[in-house]
């Protein structure tokens, strides 16, 4: 399920262990790689479109779209959540599975 972020043509789609970031005129798109070769189960934008939750079986990882690095990552969950979304208030900085 494609996620698309706000004020923009992009968006981000899971494909096996690894994510997809396109924009609409640009299917090749940039591949962010939460490292770990599991399979991706959800992932969602920040409000303000900076950044990029992606969520597979084994952690929680949180990329910063400008650079493509990840910023935070939350390992050695027991069970990955099937989808995740990330708070729309800019102010409260939440992940929710």
Same mark, same amino acid.
């Given at each position: 399920?494609?996620?698309f972020r706000a004020g923009s043509d992009e968006f981000a789609v899971a494909a096996g262990g690894? +994510?997809?970031l396109c924009g609409?005129?640009?299917p090749p798109g940039d591949l962010l790689?939460?490292?770990r070769g599991e399979r991706?189960?959800?992932l969602d934008f920040s409000a303000a479109g900076d950044r990029l939750a992606v969520t597979d079986e084994l952690a929680l990882d949180l990329f910063d779209l400008g650079t493509g690095a990840r +910023?935070?990552?939350w390992p050695r969950f027991h069970h990955g959540p099937l989808s995740l979304a990330l708070d729309?208030?800019?102010?409260r900085p939440y992940v929710y599975r």
């Open positions: 399920r494609p996620r690894a +994510v997809y609409l005129p640009d790689s939460a490292g991706v189960r959800g +910023v935070r990552s729309p208030d800019p102010a």
